[in-house]
Structures are given as structure tokens and as C-alpha cells.
């Protein structure tokens, strides 16, 4: 059994920095992409960023280039989202996700952590 366990979200001010942190079980990290996506209180969900299966490239959501930064650790089966310089607007529940690293690019991901609350002050 698949799951995705998110953790690291909280309150914090501008200009702060977060690290989510996603803990796999039941897969193969390595061989999975890692996905991280958000939704704030009446959006629909959007993607963040995302850690190829290799680990050997990342791609980021225009909103967040330069500021946050995926990353894993295959041997911890643990996926990471630093978020630095955080702004009001990066207040969302965020959500770790996984699919097949071989599958096209369009499938979608299928499995899905229970997400971390991110709340971001003014």
C-alpha cells in the first residue's frame, strides 16, 4: 500500500522560509517523479514543482522559479519543497504526489499525500 505523508507546513511571516518534506512508502522512490501542487480557499489545484524520477531535473511552476526548490533524498524515500522568500500568496494546503517516472508526461499522478496546511502573513 502507497503512501504519501506530507509534513512541514505552518504559520509563518513574509519573507520566511519552509521546507515540506514528503515520506514515501510502499514504492520505490527513485523510480517515481515526485510532484508537489497546492490549493488556496476557492482555487483549483495548481502545480508547484516536480523532481524527475532521476532526480535529475526539476520543473517549477512560473509563480515560484527562484524561490522554492524540489529536491529528494531516494535513500530517506523522502521528497522535499524549500520555499524561501514566502509571500501571502503561497498560503495553500500543499500536496506531495507521485507517479511512474517512465509514464508520458501527461499521465496523471496517482497517488497522493493528505497535504500540509502553508499560511503565509503579511
Known amino acids: 500500500q502507497v503512501q504519501l505523508v506530507e509534513s512541514g507546513g505552518g504559520l509563518v511571516q513574509a519573507g520566511d522560509s519552509l521546507r515540506l518534506s514528503c515520506e514515501a512508502s510502499?514504492?520505490?522512490?527513485?523510480?517515481?517523479?515526485m510532484g508537489w501542487f497546492r490549493q488556496a480557499p476557492g482555487k483549483e489545484r495548481e502545480f508547484v514543482a516536480a523532481?524527475?524520477?532521476?532526480?535529475?531535473?526539476?520543473s517549477y511552476a512560473d509563480s515560484v522559479k527562484g524561490r522554492f526548490t524540489a529536491s529528494r533524498d531516494n535513500a530517506k524515500s523522502t521528497a522535499y519543497l524549500q520555499m524561501n522568500n514566502l509571500k501571502p500568496e503561497d498560503t495553500a494546503e500543499y500536496y506531495c504526489?507521485?507517479?511512474?517516472?517512465?509514464?508520458?508526461?501527461?499521465?496523471?499522478?496517482?497517488?497522493w499525500g493528505q497535504g500540509t496546511q502553508v499560511t503565509v502573513s503579511s
Open positions: 504526489a507521485a507517479k511512474w517516472g517512465m509514464a508520458p508526461a501527461t499521465t496523471p499522478y496517482n497517488y
Open positions: 510502499g514504492l520505490m522512490l527513485r523510480v517515481y517523479t
Open positions: 523532481s524527475s524520477w532521476g532526480g535529475g531535473s526539476t
